[in-house]
């Protein structure tokens, strides 16, 4: 069985850095794509940032982009995303995903494993 444990998550003052991790277990993912997500209560699940499989090409939602990077070690079957200048804005929960492809995709329903979910809050 496929499971995926983020951790990382926590408080954080507005202007501040976190790094979330995504471990990966049941299922090695070194060719395949991986992602973060975010939700907010009451709102759609968007994306945040991918990388894909092999090349580990790399896309960011615009409103991550020079903030945020996301990366991947094989090695450790992990996925990272390195927070900085983090604002209120981006309180929320982060999800991290997996897909059996090794493009970097967008969308939700492109995924096809996901972890549980940390809790991102940043104080202003």
């Known amino acids: 069985q496929v499971q995926l444990l983020e951790s990382g998550g926590g408080l954080v003052q507005a202007g501040g850095s976190l790094r979330l991790s995504c471990a990966s277990s049941?299922?090695?993912?070194?060719?395949?794509?991986m992602g973060w997500f975010r939700q907010a209560p009451g709102k759609e699940r968007e994306y945040v940032a991918a990388i894909s499989g092999v090349v580990g090409y790399t896309v960011y939602a615009d409103s991550v982009k020079g903030r945020f990077t996301i990366s991947k070690d094989n090695a450790k079957n992990t996925v990272y995303l390195q927070m900085n200048s983090l604002n209120p804005e981006d309180t929320t929960v982060y999800y991290c995903?997996?897909?059996?492809?090794?493009?970097?995709?967008?969308?939700?329903?492109?995924?096809?494993?996901w972890g549980q979910g940390t809790q991102v809050t940043v104080s202003s």
């Open positions: 049941g299922r090695t993912f070194s060719s395949s794509a």
């Open positions: 995903a997996v897909r059996i492809g090794q493009d970097a995709r967008t969308k939700v329903g492109q995924y096809d494993y």
